[in-house]
Nanobody, 115 residues
Framework: QVQLVESGGGLVQPGGSLRLSCAAS????????MGWYRQAPGKERELVAG???????NYADSVKGRFTISRDNGKKVVYLQMNSLKPEDTAVYYC?????????WGKGTLVTVSS
């Protein structure tokens, strides 16, 4: 069983920055494919950024150049650095892990971008 715990959400002004963290349990974190998803009110959950075991990353077009995903396999943590935040980035952000064909989700952390 893998547990994911997000932290780092909050209220930030447009143009500001936040860093989300996701701490994972389990003994073979290095092989997990990890990602961050978000769900805004009234919208479907969407992929924001992903990082696989060898460090290759991918991003949604809407966040390219502003967000950076990274992982620390020793600490079993995945990060999402979010810069130049916009009101449309407001959402609940979920940490995701895939191990083989099994998906795991965190409970989410709320990010609100507002002046």
């Amino acid at each position: 069983q893998v547990q994911l715990v997000e932290s780092g959400g909050g209220l930030v002004q447009p143009g500001g920055s936040l860093r989300l963290s996701c701490a994972a349990s389990g003994t073979i974190f290095s092989i997990y494919s990890m990602g961050w998803y978000r769900q805004a009110p009234g919208k479907e959950r969407e992929l924001v950024a992903g990082i696989i075991s060898n460090g290759i990353t991918n991003y949604a077009d809407s966040v390219k150049g502003r967000f950076t995903i990274s992982r620390d396999n020793g600490k079993k943590v995945v990060y999402l650095q979010m810069n130049s935040l916009k009101p449309e980035d407001t959402a609940v952000y979920y940490c995701h892990a895939r191990i083989g064909a099994i998906d795991y989700w965190g409970k989410g952390t709320l990010v609100t971008v507002s002046s």
